[in-house]
């Protein structure tokens, strides 16, 4: 029987599946009552391009949770990811009201507005202001300044904007299926919650989602992240290529990249072969694994030597960063974590949502880090909504959505 109950719900709209996820929880702690996941219909590259469809698609993937969790959804915190995500570093100050003894936090309240007083893009939004470092009175690396003496206080913060179009679009989507969005949060942030270890946030590493239509990067250096950033590539490409390469349909290139594509090129026996039921006639070869393989690797290199070129561009030395972490499903290529490791020159890991569920848990696997991750900025959002601090390490401010978002999305819920 459907009943009504605290829970909270999350929807992660990507280009290749939606998924859901409703939990409950019980002092801070999350207990998983309803998973699901379909393949999306009417989004292209993160973008939602055809509403009629993405609100099917979200209702039904809905459904399905409420249905293993026995509860209705009435609101939900969603993602947000593409190719219209921006990072950008800024910093602001403020003089010390008091006059040289402590920093409050009004003091950091407006050094903080001061730094986010960016000039925004058109037609941007701005999402996220995510506290990164103070310095007072010239001391830099402070984390928190609360209660320090001092004069001058500077905030230095990471902002994360989108189009407000894919924003509204999004929020449109779902707030059709009879949900109100009380919130949206960045893909990447999403999934870097559930993934991260505390020492990688801490010590600074590299986060990776391979989705199917993008690839969403974030750098995190000791204090926060310090650069993220969208790439208009993801393993969507690596099965067309294949099916242009072997004149395949798109579903058995689909089939083939998940069974018999490895991107660790040394794995591959020299005869191997692999059956291809051709596009044209229907009539099924025989051709070189190799020769698959060479064409997936040669888009996955492609892909990650952009993530190189983000590094270098952001003059980020890779003894600065302890490890590359790969999620989204694109990350279960074969052989991804391998050749990233080559090109990128830091040890890579993929990213399981560990900590959301344990590693026993069937969920906890790259395909669900972002839906799973949204539950925990769900619940700190709702913590930091009812006055109570995080739970998390980092200081909540640094996930909240930026104040103007934040109301947006009250005056909807009221
Ligand atoms: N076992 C697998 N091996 C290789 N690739 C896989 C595997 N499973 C899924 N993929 C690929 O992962 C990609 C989809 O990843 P994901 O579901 O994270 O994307 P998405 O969140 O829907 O898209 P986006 O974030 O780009 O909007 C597809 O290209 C799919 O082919
Ligand atoms: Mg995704």
Known sequence: MITKRRTITAIDVGTCKVSTAIASLNQGKIELLGLSSLPSRGVRKGIIVNLSQAVECIRSCLEEAERQSGTVAESAFASVGGPYIVGVNSSGASEVLSGGSEIGSEDIQRAVEAARAFPLPDNSQLLHVLHRSFSVDGQEGISNPLGMQGRHLEANVHLILNASSAVNNLVNAINKT???VESVFAQHLAAGMATLSDDERELGSLFIDVGDGTTDVAIYRPGG????????????RITKDIAIGLKATLEEAESLKRSKV???LAGVPDGDLVE?????????QSLSRQLLCQIAQARCDEILHQVLEILQAQKIRKELLSRAIISGDGAMLEGFPERAQEILGLPARRGFPRNVVGPGHEACHPSWSTVLGLLLCAR??????????SSLNAPLSRLMPSRKVRNWFLGRLS
């Open 380 to 389: 700190d959002f709702q913590s930091e909504m009812a006055g109570s601090p």
């Open 225 to 236: 992240i310090c650069h993220s950033q969208s790439l208009p590539l993801g393993g969507g």
């Open 262 to 264: 490895t991107v660790d």
């Open 178 to 180: 009879g949900v109100v």
């Open 276 to 284: 291809v039921i051709g596009a044209g006639n229907g009539q099924r």
